[in-house]
């Protein structure tokens, strides 16, 4: 069954690299252009990026209730770059991520629940972020049909993860119902496996680690996550800037929300090639010029997406070198 | 300077980098923005060493080996 899921995973995998092929090689043509950059602004994208990793930490560590810096970047960045080279990366990602925690003694449930907790945050930021768009679009910008769709998405993905919230916030029992719901569903669906029986008792019990493990502390949680949205985004602006054009910030945050969510879409490997072909494309949308667009994109890509790569196989030896010798002995 | 507060500059920044296309008397407005994006950043790069460096939050959970 799981040599079947995974044969499923790198066919997905290879018809999307298809699909979105041309695309890539665009950007990647690109290439020799990226040394006309202002390098100013690209020192800019590469600070704000780190700096954007740094705040994802921060969260991190405030949702996993520890303050052990090395550890929780050694395992995210490792789990990143993993999450980067499989397809359905994020599952595999979150899973290594979990392993790594819990093999150097952090409490399992405080660790299904922070990481849980950070994911939940850091999608509803990004959701949230066509609100910001808003201004631009009331005061009389032209945004075309698709950018406008994308707007549209984020807020109502928003507003379900807010209801969410609402929900896992408001008492035991209307989360002991949705987990009665969600085993009554999959208990229907998948006949062949046991039977889920203890459902709804975890999620009280994951929730109320939630609210234990951010409790008063979700202000600073929601600036991190925040912060970090804002960094990751901002590196796109300055990449824009390093290649000399201007676009409408408005308009540019519905393009990034857009290669967000195409980011999420499990096909290829972190969205590689989905990515670089809706950002560029929804750039386009936004107002930018095709080949400033594309240029752009791989010089953002290449500080979001790959040299987090490169960092996270580093991260993966240094953990193996910190905390793996330790285990050994 | 706090991660908020340094957020905050940046953000400032941002806008009169990117957002703002108005014309002051003697001021140019990229450059203020430029400067308080900087700013922002060296504050937010502080705050994140200082926050790293300090049991400020929690109990740990190290593990004694």
């Given at each position: 069954?799981?040599?079947?899921?995974?044969?499923?995973?790198?066919?997905?995998?290879?018809?999307?690299?298809?699909?979105?092929?041309?695309?890539?090689?665009?950007?990647?043509?690109?290439?020799?252009?990226?040394?006309?950059?202002?390098?100013?602004?690209?020192?800019?994208?590469?600070?704000?990026?780190?700096?954007?990793?740094?705040?994802?930490?921060?969260?991190?560590?405030?949702?996993?209730?520890?303050?052990?810096?090395?550890?929780?970047?050694?395992?995210?960045?490792?789990?990143?770059?993993?999450?980067?080279?499989?397809?359905?990366?994020?599952?595999?990602?979150?899973?290594?991520?979990?392993?790594?925690?819990?093999?150097?003694?952090?409490?399992?449930?405080?660790?299904?629940?922070?990481?849980?907790?950070?994911?939940?945050?850091?999608?509803?930021?990004?959701?949230?972020m066509p609100i910001l768009s808003l201004p631009a679009i009331l005061g009389g910008a032209t945004v075309n049909h698709q950018l406008l769709v994308t707007a549209l998405v984020g807020i109502a993905t928003f507003a379900l993860i807010l209801a969410g919230t609402a929900v896992l916030f408001a008492s035991d029992r209307a989360v002991a119902a949705v987990g009665r719901a969600g085993q009554w569903l999959r208990n229907r669906i998948v006949r062949r496996r046991e039977p889920l029986r203890v459902l709804p008792e975890r999620l009280v019990a994951q929730r109320r680690t939630m609210i234990e493990t951010?409790?008063?502390?979700?202000?600073?949680?929601?600036?991190?996550?925040?912060?970090?949205?804002?960094?990751?985004?901002?590196?796109?602006?300055?990449?824009?800037?390093?290649?000399?054009?201007?676009?409408?910030?408005?308009?540019?945050?519905?393009?990034?929300?857009?290669?967000?969510?195409?980011?999420?879409?499990?096909?290829?490997?972190?969205?590689?090639?989905?990515?670089?072909?809706?950002?560029?494309?929804?750039?386009?949308?936004?107002?930018?010029?095709?080949?400033?667009?594309?240029?752009?994109?791989?010089?953002?890509?290449?500080?979001?997406?790959?040299?987090?790569?490169?960092?996270?196989?580093?991260?993966?030896?240094?953990?193996?070198?910190?905390?793996?010798?330790?285990?050994?002995? | 300077?706090?991660?908020?507060?340094?957020?905050?500059?940046?953000?400032?920044?941002?806008?009169?980098?990117?957002?703002?296309?108005?014309?002051?008397?003697?001021?140019?407005?990229?450059?203020?923005?430029?400067?308080?994006?900087?700013?922002?950043?060296?504050?937010?790069?502080?705050?994140?060493?200082?926050?790293?460096?300090?049991?400020?939050?929690?109990?740990?959970?190290?593990?004694?080996?």
């Open positions: 069954m799981k040599v079947g899921k995974r044969v499923l995973g790198l066919v997905a995998a290879g018809v999307g690299l298809y699909v979105v092929w041309p695309s890539l090689v665009e950007i990647f043509s690109a290439w020799p252009r990226l040394m006309t950059l202002d390098p100013w602004w690209l020192l800019g994208m590469f600070v704000c990026e780190a700096l954007s990793f740094a705040l994802l930490w921060l969260l991190l560590e405030l949702a996993l209730h520890t303050n052990r810096t090395l550890l929780v970047a050694s395992t995210q960045l490792s789990s990143n770059a993993f999450g980067r080279v499989m397809p359905g990366g994020g599952a595999a990602a979150a899973a290594l991520q979990y392993k790594l925690l819990v093999q150097e003694g952090l409490d399992r449930s405080s660790v299904a629940a922070g990481l849980a907790a950070t994911q939940l945050i850091s999608t509803a930021v990004v959701a949230a951010l409790g008063n502390r979700w202000g600073l949680a929601l600036t991190a996550a925040g912060g970090r949205s804002l960094l990751d985004f901002l590196a796109l602006l300055c990449a824009l800037s390093a290649v000399g054009t201007k676009a409408r910030p408005g308009l540019v945050i519905l393009a990034y929300v857009a290669a967000s969510l195409l980011g999420m879409i499990p096909i290829t490997p972190g969205g590689l090639g989905f990515v670089e072909a809706g950002l560029s494309s929804t750039l386009v949308l936004a107002g930018v010029g095709a080949a400033d667009a594309v240029l752009a994109t791989l010089a953002y890509r290449l500080a979001s997406y790959w040299l987090p790569l490169i960092a996270g196989a580093f991260a993966y030896g240094g953990y193996r070198a910190s905390f793996g010798a330790r285990l050994a002995q | 300077m706090s991660i908020g507060l340094s957020l905050l500059l940046i953000a400032a920044g941002a806008i009169l980098t990117w957002a703002v296309s108005a014309d002051v008397g003697g001021v140019d407005l990229h450059i203020v923005g430029v400067i308080l994006l900087v700013v922002g950043l060296a504050g937010l790069l502080l705050a994140l060493v200082l926050t790293f460096s300090h049991e400020s939050w929690g109990p740990r959970h190290r593990r004694d080996v």
